[in-house]
């Protein structure tokens, strides 16, 4: 039976642009899509300058912007739309804040009863793995690879939610890519990337994970256009365009720096975040695509529901799993809500879905601990892992998903 998915696919190589398009200048990547503008038109009159401007400084431009981009006057809003034409979008304010329609409230049936839920298992996993540098191994032990790992965690998440009421899809349902192209369909646009960046005669190949220079090389460029850029973007397509779900979950394992991946360091640290969208640096913002797709967030209002959503299931996945919120070192981030676990970040993921978007970065996958219950896998009931009784590690993820997402959902659909 072909399913669904696949039909997809296969009208998109005929329906998108070809990955060889010629880079398009001010766009943060020859990939991405030129922003539509006109798009936004719906959202004229649609919110207050205060409501407006609370969103920029406390969510999405974090870090300031300029006037050379986004100016705001007393009932208007100019943004930058295309960097060398200098043309400008006119964003009318409300007077009032229109009032919004409340949360739709639960049908008869469980707690997410109709709720259309898109689970994104990270990465992509199997023959891919090494290449998205999401696998390691560790002296005889098994290899932990992260996107086998969020593929198990979303097929058993999957019937949990619909037991619930929840219609739940899958952005990815197998350890293979989404984005019907492969690195070699990029070696073009790699070389126009490099050569942006300087470098007119690259080398092809790059001498394995350790060569220090392999980000110089069209193999490892065009490798990067295909498992972080196509993939995410075809990603992004597929539940814009055919999934529409309320909320996306992307589900993830962390991980601390791990070095040689034959011979991983290993760490004590163990810990968990949420992130959603926000907190867009300045470079980003310079880009056309990426400020219209903040644009595009912030007037969706998107913001306060899974900021809320993830401000409550980050607890409870804490209480869960007994992980310590993590501290960012980098300044791409800010903290949101009061929960202490959750950060604004510019990811490609929660910037392109357009929906509330709850992204799971739980467990360092390279502790000591996460491999031994890697070793472990799935089973019933506890077992000792390095002393201490402890449930499967897919099953504790799901548990803390499941509750916390009830626990949102109970509330908000009152
Ligand atoms: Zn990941």
């Given at each position: 039976m072909i399913s669904p998915h696949r039909t997809f696919l296969y009208l998109c190589l005929f329906v998108f642009a070809p990955p060889f398009a010629l880079a398009v200048d001010r766009?943060?990547?020859?990939?991405a899509d030129p922003p539509q503008w006109k798009t936004l038109a719906k959202y004229q009159n649609t919110i207050t300058r205060d409501e407006f401007e609370r969103l920029l400084t406390g969510v999405y431009c974090t870090h300031g912007t300029s006037e050379e981009l986004i100016r705001i006057d007393l009932a208007k809003a100019c943004i930058l739309m295309d960097h060398d034409a200098q043309t400008w979008f006119t964003l009318r304010f409300a007077r009032h804040e229109p009032k919004r329609k409340s949360a739709s409230r639960r049908k008869?049936?469980?707690?997410?009863?109709g709720l259309r839920i898109a689970l994104d298992p990270g990465h992509i996993g199997g023959e891919w793995a090494k290449m998205e540098e999401r696998w390691f191994k560790s002296g005889d032990a098994l290899p932990v690879e992260e996107g086998e790992m969020t593929l198990r965690v979303a097929k058993m998440l999957a019937p949990k939610l619909r037991e619930l009421g929840a219609r739940v899809s899958f952005v990815?349902?197998?350890?293979?890519?989404?984005?019907?192209?492969?690195?070699?369909?990029f070696k073009e646009t790699a070389r126009e990337i490099l050569k942006a960046g300087g470098n007119e005669n690259p080398r092809?190949?790059?001498?394995?994970?350790?060569?220090?220079?392999?980000?110089?090389t069209v193999r490892w460029q065009s490798e990067i256009l295909f498992y972080r850029n196509s993939e995410i973007r075809q990603r992004a397509r597929l539940v814009n365009?055919?999934?529409?779900?309320d909320v996306v979950l992307c589900l993830h394992f962390n991980a601390e720096a791990w070095g040689d991946e034959r011979n991983p360091t290993l760490s004590d640290k163990n810990h968990l975040h949420l992130l959603v969208n926000g907190s867009y640096l300045p470079a980003e913002l310079e880009f056309d695509d990426e400020r219209f797709e903040m644009l595009q967030r912030l007037l969706s209002r998107v913001s306060e529901k899974e900021i809320a959503m993830a401000d409550t299931v980050a607890p409870v996945l804490a209480k869960e799993t007994g992980l310590p919120p993590y501290q960012y070192t980098t300044d791409n981030v800010i903290k949101v809500g009061t929960s202490g676990y959750v950060y604004a970040r510019n990811l490609m993921a929660t910037r392109l879905y357009r929906c509330p978007v709850v992204y799971f970065e739980p467990y360092v996958m390279n502790s000591n601990e996460v491999v031994a219950r890697v070793q472990a896998g799935d089973y019933e009931g506890t077992r000792p892992i390095n002393g201490v009784e402890r449930p499967s590690i897919y099953r504790e993820y799901v548990d803390g998903v499941v509750k916390g997402l009830v626990e949102y959902y109970r509330a908000a659909r009152r």
């Open positions: 766009l943060s990547i020859p990939l008869k049936g469980g707690v997410l009863s990815r349902d197998k350890t293979e890519p989404v984005t019907p192209y492969r690195p070699n369909d092809e190949e790059f001498d394995g994970p350790d060569d220090p220079l392999k980000d110089q365009s055919k999934l529409r779900p």
